[in-house]
């Protein structure tokens, strides 16, 4: 069983940051695409961005891009979401998701991944 686990989650004020972690057991990020997606209550889970097997990255979100970053470090299983100049507005639960191995490429449809986390809270305060 696939267990995938974000931190890094937390409150602040508009115009901060927050650098979320993603980590998993029993699997490895390597050979897979990894994504962030997120969610606000009554709404339909949002994919974000995503970064390939060979670092490039998607973005999902036109909203995010010059203040979210993506990136992954092999070595130690991880992947990172770094987000900046924070908006109130991107208040969510924010889920760490991982391609099938051998789905090196970030997904043609935002939300198309196999194993999900379960989630950190991210809310920004105005």
């Known amino acids: 069983q696939v267990q995938m686990v974000e931190s890094g989650g937390g409150l602040v004020q508009a115009g901060g940051s927050l650098r979320l972690s993603c980590t998993a057991s029993?699997?490895?990020?390597?050979?897979?695409?990894v994504g962030w997606v997120r969610q606000t209550p009554g709404k339909e889970r949002e994919g974000i961005l995503c970064?390939?097997?060979?670092?490039?990255?998607?973005y999902y979100s036109d909203s995010v891009k010059g203040r979210f970053t993506i990136s992954r470090d092999s070595a130690r299983n991880m992947v990172y979401l770094q987000m900046d100049s924070l908006k109130p507005e991107d208040t969510a639960m924010y889920y760490c998701?991982?391609?099938?191995?051998?789905?090196?490429?970030?997904?043609?449809?935002?939300?198309?991944?196999?194993?999900w986390g379960r989630g950190t809270q991210v809310t920004v305060s105005s």
């Open positions: 998701a991982a391609r099938k191995y051998g789905g090196i490429s970030c997904p043609l449809t935002p939300l198309d991944y196999k194993d």
């Open positions: 029993e699997l490895t990020f390597d050979g897979r695409a």
């Open positions: 970064i390939s097997m060979n670092g490039i990255t998607t």
